[in-house]
């Protein structure tokens, strides 16, 4: 059965900074991994999707890599804003068509 | 397009009531999903639906939990009796395979308190 682990749980760092979130997954026989971002009360916002032959994809000051046989990825964000405090969900689809979902990272931007 | 669409957004009921929650997919998606996220298991797949087929209800909890999808742009999640313990934000989310991406894109969920 998949686990997915999302390292650290939370995390606090000052405006500015880069930072980096950890996802792991057991079984690296996946179709694709997203990663989401969900604020508190709301839905779950797609960052970014990587498909399995992919090993990264950007959209702005978001990078998301891949390393599938490793079971690995990261989502890097650069100089981060109070604006994307949020909780950060990663989830990776294997052979069926369902996500699985690690527990997100808890992630707060200092003014 | 308004993205996925479900209602309400907020239910409260008593213990042994119906719930019915509802969810309107993208126009064109031919998946369907429904997530439950609770604090202590995080979010979990109950079922999910094909061109209105369901495919995989391995997730679905008990009995108690059912899914139907009667057409394209419609589906319900129904808990007969409730419990307390089914108090939870539910989610739908949709996805299409065109161009091989299947990105699954949610709703805003249904958040449950069952008394």
């Known amino acids: 059965k998949q686990e997915v682990t999302q390292i650290p749980a939370a995390l606090s760092v000052p405006e500015g900074e880069n930072l980096v979130l950890n996802c792991s997954f057991t079984d690296s026989a996946i179709y694709n991994l997203q990663w989401f971002r969900q604020d508190p009360g709301k839905g779950l916002t797609s960052l970014l999707l990587i498909q399995s032959s992919q090993r990264e994809q950007t959209s702005g000051r978001l990078n998301a890599s891949l390393d599938k046989s490793s079971g690995r990825s990261t989502l890097y964000i650069a100089a981060s804003q109070p604006g994307d405090s949020a909780t950060y969900l990663c989830a990776v689809r294997g052979g069926a068509d369902g996500l699985t979902f690690g527990k997100g990272t808890h992630l707060i931007i200092q003014p | 397009d308004a993205g996925v669409i479900q209602s309400p957004r907020h239910e409260v009921t008593e213990m042994g009531q119906e719930v019915t929650l509802r969810c309107k997919p993208i126009?064109?998606?031919?998946?369907l999903f429904w997530y439950r996220q609770t604090m202590m298991r995080g979010l979990e797949l109950l079922i999910y639906?094909?061109?209105?087929?369901?495919?995989?209800d391995s997730g679905m909890p008990e009995d108690r939990f059912s899914a139907k999808m009667p057409n394209a742009s419609f589906s319900t999640l129904k808990i007969q009796p409730s419990e307390p313990r089914d108090s939870a934000v539910y989610f739908c989310?949709?996805?299409?395979?065109?161009?091989?991406?299947?990105?699954?894109?949610f709703g805003p969920g249904t958040r449950l308190t069952v008394l």
């Open positions: 639906f094909n061109n209105n087929v369901p495919i995989d």
């Open positions: 126009s064109g998606h031919d998946y």
């Open positions: 989310a949709s996805s299409s395979p065109d161009r091989g991406l299947n990105e699954q894109f």
